[in-house]
């Protein structure tokens, strides 16, 4: 089983990254936007790990750390904006285990998060993705990993790039793709095939540029490259 992360944190758009960084690393998350929300979800569950903003809308981190001290000596990590030397000593004092000043870089969290783990756990680490392979499909997760990154993907670019991946090489046209994306296909359906395919493309020169796998058959369809680059 992944390790288990719960990050408490009240801003969408930082939880939303420190998710999908967590996620394409392999740990499984759970999320919490106020200090008594993750009260009770420590009380429901076991956690490898907390990451733990100090600022949250209802109690301090510092507040929710010393209530799960009663009880659990469970790893937390701080996530704040707060930056001062009092701060840092005051979180460390109550029983965190490392702490981290907004902005971050989502993988140097990642790597503190591993540390951490390796520090005080003996729980099994997830194996970070292989990035020689070019692309993964992960069912479980719904995630597509592509060289070593989860690409960001809707439920209709996941499904037809599931499709291309289980078939490299096969060229498949709009209304074969349209079958793959979606449970009750019809005409519009249709139409936008070739906008998603212009999404994926997209998603996958962010993660390795100047690399189309997608390849385009005039009048037929597309297809996923058979024989990738060096």
């Known amino acids: 089983m992944p390790a288990k992360i719960l990050i408490v944190e009240d801003e969408p758009s930082i939880c939303e990254n420190v998710v999908y960084a967590l996620e394409a ?3 499984a998350v759970t999320t919490a936007a106020t200090g008594q929300a993750a009260l009770e979800q ?12 100090v600022g949250l809308p209802d109690m301090t981190g510092f507040e929710v750390c010393k209530t799960i001290r009663k009880t659990q000596t469970v790893p937390v990590l701080f996530l704040t904006a707060r930056s001062s030397e009092v701060d840092r000593v005051v979180g460390l004092e109550i029983g965190g285990d490392d702490y981290v000043v907004k902005p971050f ?12 783990l390796r520090r005080v756990s003996s729980v099994a680490l997830p194996q970070r993705p ?12 719904c995630q597509a990993i592509y060289f070593g990154t989860a690409l960001n993907l809707s439920r209709y670019e996941f499904r037809m790039l599931k499709a291309f991946a289980a078939h ?12 793959h994306a979606s449970e009750e296909p019809d005409a519009s359906m ?7 395919v212009k999404t994926l493309r997209a998603r996958m020169r962010g993660v390795r540029e100047g690399l189309d796998p997608i390849v385009t058959h005039r009048g037929m369809g597309y297809s996923l490259l058979e024989t990738w680059p060096d």
């Not at 420590?42 to 903003?53: A, E, G, P, R, T």
């Not at 870089?105 to 951490?116: D, F, G």
């Open 130 to 141: 292989d990035t020689s392979v070019p692309l993964v499909i992960d069912d479980t997760r």
């Open 190 to 196: 249709e139409r936008t095939v070739d906008t998603h």
């Open 25 to 27: 690393d392999g740990f």
């Open 105 to 116: 870089s989502p993988r140097e969290l990642v790597a503190r998060v591993r540390a951490i």
């Open 168 to 179: 490299p090489g096969r060229v498949f046209s709009r209304e074969q793709l349209m079958d």
């Open 42 to 53: 420590v009380k429901q569950q076991d956690f490898s790990l907390i990451i733990l903003d």
